[in-house]
């Protein structure tokens, strides 16, 4: 396994549970948007953008950068959180999330906020259009990494299947795609909607090779990527088990709050507990 001490481990996991708060303060702001699958990734934009990804704020175009793709353009407050927290705007400028001329906007939009490589809203494109860049990095002999970020209900997208082949036949191993596997869509579950299992078997079958992780365990994140980055001659596809909600009680694995309004006093609420999430992990990381 790789190593990463727990002292950057307790770091991450506070990142990730301030990532979370911004994800509550921007959407009741906003008075809409979607909480369930953006607090369920805040451990993986965590690792990603503060630990694994090449990366400039300075310089969001930079040529030798990773690519980092969002399918499920839907959970974009968490990658805005996460940007902004990196440095690539304000952040003060999350509180402008879903509003007119805002950079910010409800799904992710490439000519308005540089840090961005494709505009997302009708899902299934992402893999698509990352396999595409992992390609042309292949094509131009250039060593940076496409990462594609997905919901599972995606699955059931027939151009999603189209690039899954694409990018076996091609033996893209500078691609990993990373599943957000929360069992939840809008109207209930995954399984009972449109069944998507066996994923596994399914990538595996347009040869890839996948990989399971807990997508709330900051060292089973980083162990899944660094492997990803040893498998030669095959894309990856890292299934990473997510809870929806994550951290906020009431929220948790409850398919309603894939896009909920607020009522009176939740958000606070869900604050309230995340900020008690915080002093624990303070504590924590002060003992390691």
Same mark, same amino acid.
């Given at each position: 396994?790789?190593? /990463?001490?727990?002292?950057?481990?307790?770091?991450? !996991?506070?990142? *990730?549970?301030?990532?979370?708060?911004?994800?509550?303060? #921007?959407?009741?702001? *906003?008075?809409?948007?979607?909480?369930?699958? *953006?607090?369920? #990734? $805040?451990?993986?934009?965590?690792?990603? =953008?503060?630990?694994?990804?090449?990366?400039?704020?300075?310089?969001?175009?930079?040529?030798?950068?990773?690519?980092?793709?969002?399918?499920?353009?839907?959970?974009?407050?968490?990658? =805005?959180?996460?940007?902004?927290?990196?440095? =690539?705007?304000?952040? @003060?400028?999350?509180?402008?999330?879903?509003?007119?001329?805002?950079?910010?906007?409800?799904?992710? !939009?490439?000519?308005?906020?540089?840090?961005?490589?494709?505009? +997302?809203?009708?899902?299934?494109?992402?893999?698509?259009?990352?396999?595409?860049? $992992? =390609?042309?990095?292949?094509?131009?002999?250039?060593?940076?990494?496409?990462?594609? /970020?997905?919901?599972?209900?995606?699955?059931?997208?027939?151009?999603?299947?189209?690039?899954? #082949?694409? *990018?076996? @036949?091609?033996?893209?191993?500078?691609?990993?795609?990373?599943?957000?596997?929360?069992?939840?869509?809008?109207?209930?579950?995954?399984?009972?909607?449109?069944?998507?299992?066996?994923?596994?078997?399914?990538?595996?079958?347009?040869?890839?090779?996948?990989?399971?992780?807990?997508?709330?365990?900051?060292?089973? /994140?980083?162990?899944?990527?660094?492997?990803?980055?040893?498998?030669?001659?095959?894309?990856?596809?890292?299934?990473?088990?997510?809870?929806?909600?994550?951290?906020? +009680?009431?929220?948790?694995?409850?398919?309603?709050?894939?896009?909920?309004?607020?009522?009176?006093?939740?958000?606070? %609420? $869900?604050?309230?507990?995340?900020?008690?999430?915080? %002093?624990?992990?303070?504590?924590?990381?002060?003992?390691?």
């Amino acid at each position: 396994m790789p190593h /990463i001490h727990d002292r950057k481990i307790k770091r991450l !996991e506070m990142i *990730a549970n301030r990532l979370r708060q911004h994800v509550i303060t #921007m959407i009741a702001q *906003a008075g809409s948007g979607h909480q369930g699958g *953006a607090l369920g #990734m $805040a451990d993986i934009f965590a690792v990603l =953008y503060f630990h694994e990804l090449h990366h400039d704020p300075k310089r969001p175009d930079w040529k030798d950068r990773d690519r980092l793709l969002l399918s499920n353009g839907h959970i974009c407050p968490i990658r =805005y959180a996460a940007m902004a927290e990196a440095g =690539y705007f304000p952040v @003060k400028e999350l509180l402008t999330l879903r509003q007119l001329d805002s950079r910010l906007q409800g799904h992710p !939009e490439r000519l308005r906020l540089p840090g961005l490589e494709t505009t +997302s809203g009708p899902l299934g494109e992402g893999l698509a259009q990352g396999a595409g860049m $992992a =390609y042309a990095a292949k094509m131009d002999k250039k060593t940076w990494r496409t990462y594609v /970020i997905e919901s599972d209900a995606e699955q059931a997208i027939g151009l999603h299947w189209e690039a899954t #082949m694409f *990018a076996g @036949k091609n033996r893209l191993d500078n691609l990993t795609c990373i599943i957000d596997r929360n069992n939840m869509q809008i109207d209930g579950d995954t399984e009972d909607v449109m069944p998507v299992e066996p994923l596994p078997e399914k990538f595996e079958a347009f040869g890839w090779h996948v990989i399971e992780c807990c997508g709330n365990d900051i060292a089973d /994140i980083v162990r899944a990527i660094e492997t990803a980055k040893k498998i030669h001659q095959r894309p990856t596809c890292i299934i990473s088990h997510t809870i929806p909600g994550r951290g906020v +009680s009431f929220m948790e694995n409850d398919f309603h709050w894939h896009s909920q309004l607020f009522k009176p006093g939740q958000a606070d %609420q $869900a604050l309230r507990e995340l900020k008690a999430i915080e %002093q624990t992990l303070k504590a924590d990381h002060a003992a390691v």
